[in-house]
């Protein structure tokens, strides 16, 4: 049972321009959402978070945006540079408990020169 | 190093042999954590230790796998008689539990794991 999922498993967009990565969720009870980032050869590493009170959360060039009533998630990237070309991981939790988190299967972003 | 350190990392074997994996976490994080990634997937949990509580062995795949943490330091992951299917990296990640942002953990590079 794919609690966390993102449908795209690879994009690709020209430097510059809007990125953005979709995520959907199927249980209610998830209250606290996440991105991650990951290269090669390396571990995840924490992104950008929301809270199921906002819809919206932003830091810098990222952005992330929550529709309770979708289970849907985005990641925004503007303008995107050739340094985000990565695999981006959606992930949710319950604030309460234990800090559990599920994870998508990621989304492999190539920005283009 | 400042990191979440894991070794080896890689390890090739033979099916039906056993492996261990080492996960040393961040000092003084009380939260430590195995997930693994097997090839086109996403990070799928496996274990949960936080300070002296019971460990969440939840996403243990069967009984084959088992893991072990001493205190608050470092943690063995034990893959018994692997499988192919038990190919993956796996992932170590700890965290400071009720302090932090929420959720952020921190990864090691992870163990490559190969059975052939």
């Known amino acids: 049972d794919q609690q966390v999922k993102q449908n795209s498993p690879s994009l690709s967009v020209q430097e510059g321009r809007i990125s953005i990565l979709n995520c959907d969720y199927t249980n209610s009870m998830f209250d606290y959402f996440l991105w991650y980032k990951k290269y090669p050869a390396e571990g995840p590493t924490f992104l950008i978070s929301?809270?199921?009170?906002?819809d919206k959360n932003e830091d810098g060039r990222f952005t992330v945006f929550l529709n309770k009533s979708a289970k849907h998630l985005s990641l925004h990237i503007v303008p995107s540079q050739p340094g985000d070309s990565a695999v981006y991981f959606c992930?949710?939790?319950?604030?309460?408990?234990?800090?559990?988190?599920?994870f998508g299967q990621g989304t492999r972003l190539t920005i283009n020169p | 190093g400042a990191g979440v350190s894991q070794s080896p990392s890689n390890k090739v074997t033979e099916k039906g042999k056993d492996v261990e994996l080492r996960c040393d976490p961040i000092s003084g994080h009380t939260a430590l954590y195995w997930y693994r990634q097997r090839l086109g997937q996403g990070l799928e949990f496996l274990i949960y230790?936080?300070?002296?509580?019971?460990p969440d062995k939840s996403g243990l795949p069967s009984d084959r796998f088992s893991a072990e943490r001493t205190g608050e330091s470092v943690s063995t992951l034990t893959i018994q008689r692997t499988q192919q299917e038990d190919s993956a990296v796996y992932l170590c990640?700890?965290?400071?539990w009720g302090r932090g942002r929420v959720g952020e953990l921190f990864f090691g590079e992870g163990s490559r794991l190969t059975v052939l």
């Open positions: 230790f936080q300070g002296n509580s019971a």
């Open positions: 992930a949710a939790s319950r604030v309460v408990g234990a800090q559990k988190l599920v």
């Open positions: 929301i809270s199921s009170i906002k």
């Open positions: 990640a700890s965290s400071f």
